[in-house]
């Protein structure tokens, strides 16, 4: 049986990606939370998981992203407490 998953389109996502610092949160196809990190500035951070030199455990990970949902934040400090919160 083969699965139609649509691709996560990244190029099309990082396009109107905020610079600003937040949190993002990445889902599988069935709307599992892969990862969820932080960052002092989203664009650059997220971006850098579409590199084609990844680590092996990145690169795995990077297949399954079916979404990313992103919450910017005021401060670094913010996204760290959210994504601590998030975590939990």
Do not use: C
């Not at 069935?30 to 971006?47: F, I, M, Q």
């Not at 850098?48 to 992103?70: D, E, G, M, W």
């Amino acid at each position: 049986m083969s699965e139609n998953l649509a691709v996560f389109d990244h190029e099309r996502f990082l396009k109107n990606l905020s610079t600003h610092p937040g949190v993002y949160q990445m889902y599988d196809a069935g709307g599992k939370v892969l990862y969820v990190g932080k960052a002092k500035n989203l664009k650059n951070r997220v971006s850098s998981y579409f590199h084609s030199n990844l680590a092996p455990k990145t690169a795995a990970l990077v297949k399954r992203i079916h979404n990313v949902q992103v919450t910017v934040t005021q401060s670094e400090m913010e996204a760290l407490i959210l994504e601590q919160n998030l975590i939990k």
